[in-house]
Nanobody, 118 residues
């Protein structure tokens, strides 16, 4: 079982940077893939980025490619999302998730709000 807690959200101006953290517990952190998702007001939840258990493979949504970086520190049981060159359209509630079984993310955090002003 996995418990996830996000942190690091806040209010930033366009062009600024922010780093989100996701602390995990309950299961060996290095044994499963993880990802970041976001949901803006009035929109469906969307994929942002993912990373394999050993950090050997990453994937990004086209909208964040080149601006966001996903990484993890298995020794600290923590995953991160470094967000640079933020845009107002990045404003959303960001969730971290764990993929214990292939194909789907089974565990989710409570979310952390990111707001980017113009």
């Amino acid at each position: 079982q996995v418990q996830l807690v996000e942190s690091g959200g806040g209010l930033v101006q366009a062009g600024g940077s922010l780093r989100l953290s996701c602390a995990a517990s309950g299961r060996t952190f290095g044994s499963y893939s993880m990802g970041w998702f976001r949901q803006a007001l009035g929109k469906e939840r969307e994929f942002v980025a993912s990373i394999s258990s050993g950090a050997g493979s990453t994937s990004y949504a086209d909208s964040v490619e080149g601006r966001f970086t996903i990484f993890r520190d298995n020794a600290k049981n923590t995953m991160y999302l470094q967000m640079n060159s933020l845009k107002p359209e990045d404003t959303a509630l960001y969730y971290c998730a764990a993929q214990i079984y292939s194909g789907r993310f089974q565990y989710w955090g409570q979310g952390t709000q990111v707001t980017v002003s113009s």
